[in-house]
């Protein structure tokens, strides 16, 4: 069985900084690409950012220059260091990876339980 658990988020003031972190546990075979994900009220699920099993790093044009994805694969964990923090960037964030629980297995999309995020002006 395989747990994703986020670390706490936070109320931040605007301009001000958060980081996330995700580390994953149990049967663990291989970790592809890990992300984060985030839901506003009333609006769908967004991609903020990925970063691939070979270091390569995607974002959502609305964090470029202002959010980092990394991950520190010894520790099956990955980051999302959020700087300069807007209103818009309140939701609640998820962390989700592509895992194969063994060699056989095909990897699956596993979720984190989703985080708090408020930044206030």
């Known amino acids: 069985q395989v747990q994703l658990v986020e670390s706490e988020g936070g109320l931040v003031q605007a301009g001000g900084s958060l980081t996330l972190s995700c580390a994953a546990s149990?049967?663990?075979?291989?970790?592809?690409?890990m992300s984060w994900f985030r839901q506003a009220p009333g609006k769908q699920r967004e991609l903020v950012a990925v970063?691939?099993?070979?270091?390569?790093?995607n974002y959502t044009d609305s964090v470029k220059g202002r959010f980092t994805i990394s991950r520190e694969n010894a520790k099956n964990t990955v980051y999302l260091q959020m700087n300069s923090l807007k209103p818009e960037d309140t939701a609640v964030y998820y962390c989700?990876?592509?895992?194969?629980?063994?060699?056989?297995?095909?990897?699956?999309?596993?979720w984190g339980q989703g985080k708090q995020v408020t930044v206030s002006l």
């Open positions: 989700n990876f592509g895992i194969k629980a063994t060699k056989w297995d095909p990897v699956r999309a596993y």
């Open positions: 149990g049967s663990i075979f291989s970790i592809n690409a």
């Open positions: 970063i691939t099993s070979g270091g390569s790093t």
